[in-house]
């Protein structure tokens, strides 16, 4: 199945920037979220839809509607500028990644 | 709790890679090990996963015939190798923690060029 996400997000410095994923498996399974900025390795930043882990911001969250998963960043700062990826599992335990996101603040 | 890998590396056409992922910091094998690759300039391309527990693996299916995985428990490192390659292997590869449905914790990265 994929899952898919716009190419890119534009933001001001404080603004909320918004990305979603989208894919029919969305409906019955978790979304998972990780940003990665350039030349570095992926972190995750949100688990189970909507779960932070201990030491993400509290400007990132997750939230769910039907097959479709959001990411918000509220107050966006300069450091938030990476690619974002979407993930989710099937029941047989295959991971599918997103597309890929790149936000800019602008 | 890290996730360490092996070096660059370059390999001709048809050759095989071996990676490795040393893992500190928590129990190995509790959790298993995922394997993710990143072609230049592309998105993330979950490969396969491994038990650190049981040894149990499961693949996407294009890297069912071509990846190997092994774990090591008593230094707490997984390998995995991937045969025949092509120029289309050549991304950064990483393992990760996986927590069953995803991954929490990734290491470094590795880079595997193929080339003549």
């Known amino acids: 199945y994929e899952l898919t996400q716009p190419p890119s997000v534009s933001v001001s410095p404080g603004q909320t920037a918004r990305i979603t994923c989208s894919g029919d498996?969305?409906?019955?399974?978790?979304a998972y979220w990780y940003q990665q900025k350039p030349g570095q390795a992926p972190v995750l930043v949100i688990h189970?839809?909507?779960k932070r882990p201990s030491g993400i911001p509290e400007r990132f969250s997750g939230s769910t509607s039907g097959t479709t998963v959001t990411l918000t960043i509220s107050g966006v700062q300069a450091e938030d500028e990476a690619d974002y990826y979407c993930?989710?599992?099937?029941?047989?335990?295959?991971?599918?990644f997103g597309t890929g996101t790149k936000v800019s603040v602008l | 709790v890290q996730l360490v890998q092996s070096g660059a590396e370059v390999k001709q056409p048809g050759a095989s890679v071996k990676v490795s992922c040393k893992a500190s910091?928590?129990?190995?094998?509790?959790?298993?090990i995922s394997w993710v690759r990143q072609a230049p300039g592309q998105g993330l391309e979950w490969m396969a996963y491994i038990s650190a527990y049981n040894g149990n693996t499961h693949f996407a299916q294009k890297f069912q015939s071509r990846v190997f995985m092994t774990t090591d428990t008593s230094t707490g490192t997984a390998y995995m190798e991937l045969r025949s390659l092509t120029s289309d292997d050549t991304a950064v590869y990483y393992c990760?923690?996986?927590?069953?449905?995803?991954?929490?914790?990734w290491g470094q990265g590795t880079l595997v060029t193929v080339s003549s």
């Open positions: 498996a969305l409906a019955n399974q978790y």
């Open positions: 993930q989710s599992a099937d029941s047989s335990g295959t991971f599918v």
């Open positions: 189970n839809d909507s």
């Open positions: 990760a923690r996986d927590r069953r449905d995803y991954v929490d914790v």
């Open positions: 910091g928590y129990t190995f094998i509790t959790y298993g």
